[in-house]
């Protein structure tokens, strides 16, 4: 099997069995907490959940920097299954303990947090020569099945199997994807090309020297580099705030709908996995030609303008059954979100060098993500009992306005660099994705 071929395979199978455990350890995190402790503990799990995403990141960064990427994931994935193991004996005696549910809602985040660091890195340095969205939409495609496996397995099950049991299914599931990861590819996959025809010393001479003109006259300026990369990090950082609002605002109002425990496993697992079932359908019909026909605009910006409608309307009514109905919307735009605005998102990255790139990336997910959740986190642990919730709304809404602008100057920065590539990759400055 050719190395592109196994790379995808492989990259598929670790989205798809870290994706399962995750989804898992977030509906059981979510409900058992809420429904043992309250809704109005959530900011103190968020800030907790935060401030260890942030540490388990940096050390991750560091890991990194010493050791093969392998050894990293492998490592990270032994001490998930570990903590889970310690979990799963400490919830069984201790049902109610604060420190123990709010551990459980804990690493479910931090397992978010290195499914999302790892299969970004894995997949860019894979394919960012590809000429093709498509590789990026098969390996997201692994997250919505496993959601909609493990949401109705969860749905079925909530109210006959213990919360021990879950936890031991995502141990198991740790360890196929510890196994797996021996086919992951050490390094980035070829994208297939025609064998090259033999030309003479003299000719390659004269090509290199033609292509380096090229690429001198085609190549942007080292800033615009910077100013793409942090336009980046600034895009990343209005999402995540405005996005942890809503899904703050949106377990608030499910918790005090639902108070029964097996009540709220069930519609957080059916809603997943729903979710799940629409993004695996966009992202095996449309989602690739959308993105290859449209470029990745359209996700980005549609994104926070339809955030934006939900929320006006949530202030204009505020009925109960309207506010839950808004706000189950609004966590459904996670459809637009993981099958066009992560891909598009995604791949915005691989117009960046290696070096820089991988840096981005741990620094968008690992540090900016949850540095503006633990924001946020304490912003609503100091001031949540103080606003009502139009001002909450309120909050988010204005931050969808830079979100949108930063994403219209992202992309069409993206589609810019892209149309007019330079012939090869230089040596250290810029790399552009071949069409």
């Not at 995750?22 to 809704?39: E, K, P, T, W």
């Not at 919830?91 to 660091?117: K, M, P, Q």
Request: aromatic share 10%; net charge positive.
């Amino acid at each position: 099997m050719n190395q592109p071929r196994l790379a995808l395979i492989s990259l598929c199978g670790f989205s798809f069995l870290t994706s399962a455990t995750y989804s898992v350890a977030r509906a059981l995190g979510v409900s058992l907490f809420i429904a043992r402790m309250g809704s109005d503990a959530l900011p103190v799990a968020l800030v907790a959940s935060a401030v260890t995403v942030i540490a388990v990141s940096a050390i991750t960064h560091l890991i990194n920097q010493r050791f093969p990427a392998r050894f990293s994931v492998i490592g990270s994935w032994i001490g998930l299954a570990s903590i889970t193991t310690w979990l799963t004996a400490m919830i069984s005696v201790e049902h109610h303990s604060f420190v123990f549910l709010g551990a459980l809602y804990v690493i479910a985040e931090v397992r978010g947090c290195v499914n999302t660091i790892y299969s970004t890195t894995l997949v860019n340095n894979a394919f960012a020569s590809s000429t093709s969205k498509r590789p990026y939409v098969l390996v997201a495609t692994g997250a919505p099945i496993a959601g909609i496996i493990t949401g109705v397995a969860m749905g079925y099950g909530a109210s006959v199997l213990q919360d021990t049991t879950w936890l031991k299914l995502i141990i198991a599931l740790d360890a196929a994807t510890i196994l797996l990861l021996r086919w992951i590819p050490q390094a980035p996959a070829m994208t297939e090309r025609p064998a090259p025809e033999p030309i003479s010393r003299i000719e390659r001479s004269k090509r290199l020297l033609q292509k380096s003109a090229r690429q001198l006259k085609r190549l942007p300026a080292s800033p615009s580099i910077y100013r793409y990369r942090y336009g980046l990090v600034s895009l990343i950082a209005f999402n995540v705030f405005a996005v942890t609002m809503v899904d703050y605002q949106w377990k608030v109002i499910a918790g005090d709908h639902l108070l029964v425990e097996h009540k709220l496993l069930t519609y957080f697992a059916g809603f997943y996995a729903i979710n799940d079932v629409l993004i695996v359908l966009v992202q095996l019909t449309v989602a690739t030609k959308l993105l290859d026909r449209y470029g990745i605009g359209m996700p980005l910006c549609a994104y926070p303008l339809l955030l934006s409608i939900l929320g006006l309307i949530a202030l204009i009514n505020r009925s109960p059954a309207v506010l839950i109905l808004l706000f189950t919307l609004g966590q459904g735009l996670t459809v637009l979100k993981r099958s066009l605005y992560d891909p598009g998102l995604t791949s915005a990255y691989g117009i960046l060098p290696p070096g820089i790139r991988n840096e981005t990336i741990l620094l968008i997910k690992g540090v900016i993500k949850p540095l503006i959740e633990a924001v946020v986190a304490v912003g609503l642990l100091l001031l949540a009992s103080h606003l009502n919730p139009n001002q909450i709304t309120s909050s988010w809404l204005a931050a969808l306005i830079p979100w949108f602008l930063l994403s219209s100057w992202v992309s069409s920065t993206y589609e810019k660099w892209t149309s007019e590539p330079p012939a090869a990759e230089t040596s250290g400055q810029f790399k552009l994705s071949e069409r």
